[in-house]
């Protein structure tokens, strides 16, 4: 049997609440409402081919409040259609970590598909994203009790 790589977003309980199958051209992104500022914060990632979570872009339409307004090294900035916009990021990632609450309005968008993460049975809850090697059989039981 083929190994495949799935990002699993796992409840700090070990409930797998995610599981998704990815490879390097797989794209996925955070969106919700900074809690002062009150707009759009959206982070997106790519997986490379070390299937590695990458953060590459980050877009939000405010400043201050804790939301960066300086592009760390080697990464560029501009303004698009009202976004102040930091691309190139290019940061590996082991782990990404949410806890998302209901006036956030959360979403986590992978390859298209995307789930409300500021809804039941993401809300109020801590979980991790993380990309494992999985061997099929054992990726399409956790698909099952998803």
């Known amino acids: 049997m083929s190994n495949v790589y ?6 700090d309980n070990g ?4 599981a998704e199958r ?3 051209d797989t794209t996925f992104s955070s969106r919700y409402l900074h809690s002062v500022a009150k707009c759009p914060v959206i982070e997106k990632y790519e997986v490379n081919n070390n299937d590695k979570m ?14 960066e307004t300086e592009p ?9 259609d009202g976004f102040y ?20 309005e959360q979403t986590l968008t992978i390859d298209g598909k995307s789930w409300d993460i500021s809804r039941e049975p993401f809300v ?23």
């Not at 799935?6 to 409840?11: D, E, F, G, N, P």
């Not at 109020?124 to 998803?146: C, D, H, S």
């Open 85 to 104: 916009v930091i691309d190139d990021i290019d940061k590996p990632l082991q782990e990404i970590l949410f806890h998302p609450v209901r006036i956030a």
């Open 72 to 80: 760390p090294p080697g990464a560029a900035d501009h303004m698009e």
């Open 54 to 67: 990458v953060l590459m872009e980050s877009w939000n339409c405010s400043f201050g409040a804790g939301i």
């Open 22 to 24: 990815v490879n390097a």
């Open 124 to 146: 109020g809850r801590t979980f991790t994203l993380v990309i494992k090697q999985e061997k099929w059989p054992a990726y399409l039981w956790k698909k099952l009790f998803e």
């Open 15 to 18: 409930d797998i609440l995610i």
């Open 6 to 11: 799935v990002i699993y977003a796992t409840a």
